[in-house]
């Protein structure tokens, strides 16, 4: 793992009508590492996966990925630059074939169809899903829509992967699919991974390290074994019941 991290967020904010949505958050990513960004609902979480992807600017702050300054550059400049993500309400083209939704990703860079359509047999057979690739989306259970999710995002090649909750509402049968997968991505093809997770147990099957963010402020940082044992994480995240 090289010294430079690949994403590095500093002192990043953000407000919404006086409302401070992140305030002076930092975290680093390294090239192949798995990281987690934990906290309770409305802490700020998507918000930050939203700056860092270009769906909003930062007030102050600096967010550079493979040492070139992003902040404030668009989506798809972002997208582009390698960083893919997904959202945490999954909305497919209903009417269209997975190998067609997954495409919408595959064609970055380039118009010609071959080229995406390969790109999306590649991200469907990395999520084990080729065998779904002409039913329509619109068919799909809750957990293959969260993996078609995931893959429209890989399809556009990332080198970081930003996932936000794709495993929330699955049972837990579902989610040790879905962190197999993502086991596989980081090893096999080296993915960089940064997730939004409430799911703990995948938490803890995934991150080396872990954020915890509440009320915009990054509140602690270490292992998941560190994260889980801090006074600070236990009253305001993980409750009583953690301990």
Known sequence: MSDAPLLDVVAVSKSFRGLRAVADASLQVHSGEMVALI???????????????GALAPDAGRITFEG?????????????????????????????SVLDNVMVGGFLGTASAAVARDRARAALAALHMDGLRHKPASSLTLPDRKRLEVARALATQPRLLLLDEVMAGLRPTETDVMVSAFRRLNAEQGVTILLIEHVMRAVMALAQRVYVLHHGEII????????????R???????????
Do not use: W
Request: hydrophobic share 40%.
């Open 39 to 53: 906290g309770p609902n409305g802490a700020g979480k998507t918000t930050l996966f939203n700056l860092i992807a």
């Open 68 to 96: 070139r300054s992003i902040a404030g550059l668009r989506a798809d400049q972002i997208c582009a630059a390698g960083i893919g993500r997904t959202f945490q309400i999954v909305k497919p083209f209903a009417d269209m």
């Open 220 to 231: 602690s940082h270490g292992t998941p074994q560190q994260v889980t044992q801090d006074p």
């Open 233 to 243: 994480v236990l009253q305001s995240y993980l409750g009583a019941e953690a301990l």
